[in-house]
């Protein structure tokens, strides 16, 4: 009883800590690039109070090996949030060997910075989305509030399957730039209308809190969705498209169960077939724990994401025409690497950027279908992501009229 009460009360102060926040961002709607990530993460800190399930630990180095002369028929884009190249090298010192990412054969940097300089993850998932450059806070719209072509309208166009899969909330910035359309990141409700909207075929991540009311559960049944909420429901081998599942009231740091890496083999499996497929994944609480300049939270994301990494490179391994594509939307804290190299020197003093976002470029890895034939320069430009996805999907799906899925939300 006791600890039930003192939940509740949790849980009630932090939705008045949400109010107030939202309340100063619709005010202001300024562009500052930091302050939007990290809207849930009150939230998700008052919730998430159960031990850890998951068995985190680094999976060991594997090296795969996929098939490149091949057209693309699938592409998994993979985003680390607010992952710089050296909080990957901090955790390889952690790990003592490589992250799965490392095996890929292909490997660039990528500018992120945004109309407004650093970029928050909104614009960021834009650019690699639509591949324009737009201002922060803003999610699938142009510097005048004009719609561009997400990744999941240009996929679908052309008969693909699409599918997100995030450890933040279902509407977030990074899941919602592959999908929607509006001026204002924080808008979770209307960008998960969108997302339903959309119809992509599979949607898993947390925030229960906003699938829950009786308003969108209508939406949710209306638009044919099976709605799931546990991990015993994911596994369950039955599931169909299209499917929401979403696990948690508010985002789901590394440890929690379902895993990043269960989300993604149920979508890999439900996404699988003739038609191909676009799927978005991304561990989103890099950046958060970053943000809180906790390394340690911090290394269990690297697990996290590595196992994921793992797992996806096996699974294309054996499922050729797959382009995988590892990389983040920005750097956040500043992480510098320590110079004795030292696991123990791996600590909070590695952050130098009062948990910021940074303008750092960030590393970008490929493999499997044309990887090598798409990724041939050294520095590339966010946009140019989104660039290179089209381009390959073009070259196997052929050319496609622009159909926007929804209507630009204010
Ligand atoms: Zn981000």
């Given at each position: 009883m006791k600890s039930k009460f003192i939940k509740s009360i949790a849980?009630?102060?932090?939705m008045l800590t949400i109010c107030v926040v939202?309340?100063?961002?619709?005010?202001?709607?300024?562009n500052k690039a930091t302050e939007p990530?990290?809207?849930?993460?009150?939230?998700t800190e008052a919730v998430v109070t159960?031990?850890?399930?998951?068995?985190?630990?680094?999976?060991?180095?594997?090296?795969?090996n996929l098939e490149e002369d091949t057209e693309v028929k699938n592409i998994i884009l993979m985003i680390g949030d607010g992952m710089g190249e050296n909080i990957i090298e901090n955790a390889e010192i952690i790990k003592g060997d490589k992250l799965a990412m490392r095996g890929m054969p292909y490997k660039c940097y990528v500018t992120t910075d945004s109309l407004?300089?650093?970029?928050d993850s909104a614009a960021a998932s834009t650019a690699m989305s639509c591949g324009v450059k737009t201002h922060n806070q803003y999610i699938g719209v142009d510097e005048n509030k004009e719609a561009v072509?997400?990744?999941?309208?240009?996929s679908k166009a052309r008969g693909l399957k699409t599918g997100v899969v995030a450890t933040q909330i279902i509407p977030h910035a990074t899941p919602a730039g592959m999908i929607a359309h509006t001026d204002y990141r924080g808008l979770f409700n209307v960008i998960l209308k969108q997302m339903i909207n959309a119809n992509v075929d599979v949607m898993y991540g947390g925030g229960s809190e906003y699938t829950d009311t009786a308003k969108m559960q209508q939406r949710i049944e209306n638009s044919g969705y099976t709605y799931i909420k546990t991990a015993d429901e994911l596994y369950n081998n039955s599931l169909e498209t299209p499917v929401i599942g979403a696990f948690n009231w508010g985002g789901m740091y590394a440890g929690n169960l379902p895993s990043l890496t269960d989300m993604t083999a149920s979508a890999l499996e439900l996404l699988e077939g003739e038609d191909g497929f676009f799927l978005m994944v991304e561990e989103s609480y890099i950046d958060i724990t970053e943000a809180d300049m906790d390394m340690e939270g911090t290394i269990k994301e690297m697990q996290s994401f590595d196992k994921c990494i793992d797992y996806t490179l096996s699974w294309a391994e054996t499922h050729p025409g797959t382009l995988?594509?590892?990389t983040a939307d920005h750097e956040t804290g500043g992480v510098i690497v320590p110079e004795d190299r030292k696991p123990e020197s791996v600590n909070n003093d590695c952050f130098t950027s009062d948990g910021e976002h940074t303008s750092t470029n960030v590393a970008l890895f490929a493999a499997g279908a044309k990887s090598g034939e798409l990724f041939t320069e050294d520095m590339i430009d966010n946009t140019d992501i989104a660039k290179i996805m089209r381009q390959a999907l073009n070259d196997t799906y052929g050319e496609a009229e622009v159909k926007f899925l929804n209507e630009v939300s204010q």
């Open positions: 849980v009630l102060l932090c939202f309340a100063g961002c619709t005010q202001q709607n300024t990530d990290i809207i849930t993460a009150p939230a159960e031990p850890l399930k998951d068995n985190l630990s680094f999976v060991p180095y594997t090296e795969y407004d300089g650093t970029t072509e997400t990744i999941i309208e240009f995988v594509i590892v």
